[in-house]
Antibody, heavy 120, light 106 residues
């Protein structure tokens, strides 16, 4: 069974960069056939898609965040990462990583999420 | 950008059928999935490709999609079904979530 686990700093100062990783637990990080995505959820609010990476190089981002977001894959570490620059308090949220299999239109596995607070 | 609209809340009596709607322009032309999220937990896929159930999801969960509206039905709602439910679509390699519906089982 695939397992995803988010990790990274839980407190980030305003104007700095939020950096998170998602570790993929499986026999092989078969990123070639899978989409790897990030979703966030501000406290008490709904889900917001951040972006997705496919085939390690094809990235797709939420247009509202695109200027500040980078998603990348490190197959040697079985990880994919999120970088969100110039954060403000509005970026405080539960950050979740998830997988979508190519040819499908849903996330089938999710991490448990990591709550990141932006505060000085 | 594409938008999906859900009612913010819905209440259903124990054992009755809960019907949660999700509306969007020409939604019937797209594949819709539904997630259940209990407080403090990550989302769980309950319906994909409009009407398919992942293994382990009870048969009381069903879905449909036509025209501008997709629907998640929970037949014989149980107390354990009390949660937030989100619809979701992929449009041109971007993901859109509905705003979520909080289901209360009375």
């Amino acid at each position: 069974q695939l397992q995803l686990q988010e990790s990274g700093p839980r407190l980030v100062r305003p104007s700095e960069t939020l950096s998170l990783s998602c570790s993929v637990s499986s026999g092989t990080f078969t990123s070639s056939n899978d989409y790897w995505g990030w979703v966030r959820q501000p406290p008490g609010k709904g889900l917001e898609w951040i972006g997705t990476i496919y085939y390690s190089v094809n990235t797709y981002y939420n247009s509202s965040l695109e200027s500040r977001v980078t998603i990348s894959v490190d197959t040697s570490k079985n990880q994919f990462s999120l970088s969100l620059r110039s954060v403000t308090a509005a970026d405080t949220a539960l950050y979740l990583c998830a997988r979508r299999v190519a040819g499908t239109f849903h996330f089938d596995f999710w991490g448990q999420g990591i709550l990141v607070t932006v505060s000085s | 950008s594409y938008e999906l609209t859900q009612p913010p809340s819905l209440s259903v009596s124990l054992g009755q059928t809960a019907t949660i709607s999700c509306s969007g322009e020409r939604l019937g032309d797209k594949y819709v999935c539904w997630y259940q999220q209990r407080p403090g937990q990550s989302p769980i896929l309950v319906i994909y490709q409009d009407e398919k159930r992942p293994s382990g999801i009870p048969e009381r969960f069903s879905g449909s999609n036509s025209g501008n509206t997709a629907t998640l039905n929970i037949s014989g709602a149980q107390a354990v079904d009390e949660a937030e439910y989100y619809c979701q679509v992929w449009v041109s390699n971007t993901v859109t979530f509905g705003g979520g519906t909080k289901l209360t089982v009375l």
